[in-house]
């Protein structure tokens, strides 16, 4: 029997219901259950352009965006007619096309570090994949991360780990065997000194250190002056691999992702997100002689019978297509983003690289996860729902990041502006 409601969000709430009785939580994946922020999960029913639609009839500008990979917002003409396309020729081969080819090789000339690319189907594959290959071409067993990084669901990876974990609390996961959680030696993001000295006592048993260049999982949190330069210079003098986790900010917050954006070249590098454009794909890549580690050339093993499903490679094709030939994009991203987080509210720190930003409700600098969770989340919640009933819908957590696409146009600027001033003047 249904339930009827009197809320403008009667039809998601008896979604939720009946999702409840049949998947953990009501969702499939943590952050969208709302925990962070209380009430109702928004059920969309569609999206278009910087718009998103729910499926009892209300429209939001769109600062999710997918968690990231919407960057030309909903549904862009390019990507539906590579579809399309995609869709006459069949789902799914599990045997090389020549699209995967191209793909690969664009892959290259955008991001010039991965000389070799394998495809997977998410970013928690790609960072297994790639820790995995470090382990093999180094024959080191220990890594590096850092605490509020977020490498997707990897065992050894969930240690002190942002994202879901960070906005439901959960230190240590359940279900890790200790022994895998011992091959990771998580440290403070932007702590030079911390790694220096990991470093100076271990280094010869650290296969990797993995980061992300530009933290999306606690909020956005930019690395310090220096910081990326000195992974790169201890990593090499240690013989250890660095692995960029570009999963947020690849083809994001520059064409060639931070990598290019801050100049240093990681030995490997994962992407997710907007290399799919919107459909189940990543991959991972870097220098040639770590990737001939990989089955079939070397004995590291990897596989997957969706891996460079031909809808996904068509979709991706088409979005880094339009990225590489409108450069433009970025600069208009960049604008409009400065232009949305150019003023400052009362006791909160805005930090932004280009297009991902994050509103913390703490007039102290966020450098760190220390300082991430000195946030007031209670009031990061009641600033949610107001915004979500003026029409804008941001991520439901205060350790997610905003992303902005080149759908959002000025006056969906402006109109979020003016709710959050609202917000802040009603307070
Ligand atoms: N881990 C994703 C954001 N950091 C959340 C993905 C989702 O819930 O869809």
């Not at 699209?99 to 790609?126: D, W, Y």
């Not at 004995?299 to 068509?314: E, F, I, K, M, R």
Request: include cysteine; proline fraction near 6%; aromatic fraction near 10%.
């Amino acid at each position: 029997m249904t339930t009827v409601t009197s809320t403008k969000f009667a039809k998601s709430e008896e979604l939720f219901r009946r999702a409840q009785q049949r998947t953990p939580g009501g969702v499939n994946s943590p952050v969208r259950a709302f925990r962070g922020v209380g009430g109702t999960p928004l059920f969309l029913a569609r999206g278009e352009g910087s718009r998103v639609f729910d499926v009892d009839g209300n429209a939001y500008i769109d600062y999710v965006g997918s968690w990231g990979p919407m960057i030309a917002g909903h549904r862009p003409p390019f990507v539906m007619e590579a579809l399309r396309q995609a869709l006459a020729i069949g789902t799914s081969f599990g045997a090389p096309t020549g699209q995967e080819v191209e793909f690969a090789e664009l892959i290259a000339k955008m991001v010039p570090s991965m000389e070799m690319v394998r495809l997977v189907n998410s970013g928690t594959e790609a960072t297994m994949s790639a820790l995995r290959v470090a382990r093999g071409f180094t024959g080191r067993d220990l890594t590096i991360k850092f605490e509020g990084c977020y490498h997707g669901h990897v065992d050894s990876l969930l240690v002190k780990a942002g994202s879901g974990m960070a906005t439901l609390g959960i230190a240590d996961t359940a279900g890790v065997p200790a022994a895998f959680a011992a091959t990771t030696i998580a440290l403070p993001y932007n702590s030079i000194a911390a790694v220096e000295k990991v470093f100076a006592e271990r280094g010869g048993k650290i296969a990797a250190v993995i980061v992300e260049p530009v933290v999306g999982n606690m909020g956005c949190v930019p690395p310090a002056p220096g910081f990326l330069e000195a992974l790169r210079s201890l990593t090499e003098k240690h013989g250890a691999l660095l692995i960029f986790d570009e999963v947020m900010t690849g083809f994001r917050v520059a064409p060639g992702g931070a990598q290019q954006r801050f100049s240093i070249r990681p030995d490997l590098t994962t992407l997710g997100k907007i290399i799919g454009a919107g459909l189940p794909m990543a991959a991972y890549g870097g220098r040639a002689d770590v990737m001939k580690k990989i089955a079939p050339v070397g004995p590291v093993y990897q596989a997957g019978t969706l891996s460079g499903n031909p809808l996904a490679v068509s979709a991706g094709l088409a979005m880094l297509r339009h990225l590489a030939a409108h450069p433009e994009i970025y600069e208009t991203l960049e604008a409009r983003a400065a232009q949305l987080t150019a003023w400052t509210p009362p006791g909160v720190t805005v930090n932004r690289v280009g297009s991902i930003f994050t509103f913390f409700f703490t007039d102290q600098p966020v450098s760190d996860w220390e300082s991430a969770k000195r946030s007031d989340t209670a009031r990061f919640a009641k600033f949610f729902h107001f915004m979500l009933e003026r029409g804008i819908y941001l991520a439901p957590s205060q350790f997610e990041a905003a992303f902005l696409s080149s759908a959002h146009s000025e006056a969906d600027i402006r109109a979020t502006i003016d709710a959050a001033k609202e917000f802040f003047s009603r307070e």
